[in-house]
């Protein structure tokens, strides 16, 4: 991936880290996700009174797109920490590394962790979620 693309990423993940609605964990997480055409979808996590209902910041953002009829996807950057202090990276938790796996190509969607404009590191899905489950493994044969 072109650096410019990854940082142009990295900021927009970032400017997310406001609209994040955290009150119960105070953990603030932003994501920007790329589709094949080039085209951004953002997101932040959204918690909950109840708890189960939170919605993390990668799957806001890949409901977004979806729903609005997105299906091909390159790469996601994630930011996050406590008080949207960036001090780690914030590596997407298992289940949306599974929303990732359904609508991805585990070789070639791209997971992009970064603390900083200048301090990131990218990922295959496949390091991430090995042995995935996915589309492939319930099709008709
Ligand atoms: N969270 C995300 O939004 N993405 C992740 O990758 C990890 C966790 C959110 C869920 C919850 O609102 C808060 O971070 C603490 O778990």
New binding site residues.
């Given amino acids: 991936m072109e650096k410019k693309q990854i940082e142009e990423m990295i900021e927009l993940a970032m400017g997310q880290l406001a609209y994040s609605y955290?009150p119960y964990?105070n953990?603030k997480?932003g994501a920007a996700l790329l589709t094949e055409s080039g085209k951004l979808y953002t997101g932040c996590?959204i918690?909950n009174a109840a708890y189960t209902p939170?919605n993390?910041?990668?799957r806001t953002a890949f409901f977004k797109a979806v729903s609005e009829g997105e299906r091909s996807f390159q790469a996601i950057c994630?930011v996050?920490g406590k008080d949207g202090i960036l001090t780690e990276y914030?590596?997407?938790?298992g289940v949306?590394r599974q929303v990732m796996m359904e609508f991805c190509d585990p070789d070639r969607f791209r997971i992009i962790l970064a603390t900083g404009i200048d301090q990131y590191e990218v990922f295959a899905l496949k390091e991430l979620l090995p042995l995935g489950f996915g589309p492939d493994n319930i099709r008709e044969v």
């Fill in positions: 955290a964990s953990f997480v996590n918690e939170t993390c910041a990668e994630v996050g914030a590596a997407p938790c949306c």
